[in-house]
Nanobody, 123 residues
Framework: QVQLVESGGGLVQAGGSLRLSCAAS????????IGWFRQAPGKEREFVAG????????YFADSVKGRFTISRDNAENTLYLQMNSLRPEDTAVYYC????????????????WGQGTQVTVSS
């Protein structure tokens, strides 16, 4: 059974930083794209960042480019999202995802989803 378990969310002031983690288990993710989506109250779920599990290609939503970085530790089967210079508009539930479509920013291309972790940025 595939599991993606997020952690690291919380409350932070604007300008601060948080690091999200996602522990992946249940299958090999070789060949998969893994990443993060988020959903703010009353808004659509949106792509944040993605990375190829086997290689180093990364890609980001324009809204977070230059502030967020994504990385993975293959040995630990863990995905990370380092979020710097946080803004109130980054407030959302953040979801860890995995799918087979390289470079996709479309939620329906991601088969596996975590339960989400709340990030709240106060102004």
């Amino acid at each position: 059974q595939v599991q993606l378990v997020e952690s690291g969310g919380g409350l932070v002031q604007a300008g601060g930083s948080l690091r999200l983690s996602c522990a992946a288990s249940g299958r090999s993710f070789s060949g998969y794209t893994i990443g993060w989506f988020r959903q703010a109250p009353g808004k659509e779920r949106e792509f944040v960042a993605g990375i190829a599990w086997s290689g180093g290609s990364t890609y980001f939503a324009d809204s977070v480019k230059g502030r967020f970085t994504i990385s993975r530790d293959n040995a630990e089967n863990t995905l990370y999202l380092q979020m710097n210079s946080l803004r109130p508009e980054d407030t959302a539930v953040y979801y860890c995802v995995a799918g087979r479509q390289p470079g996709s920013r479309v939620r329906y291309d991601y088969r596996y989803w975590g339960q989400g972790t709340q990030v709240t940025v106060s102004s």
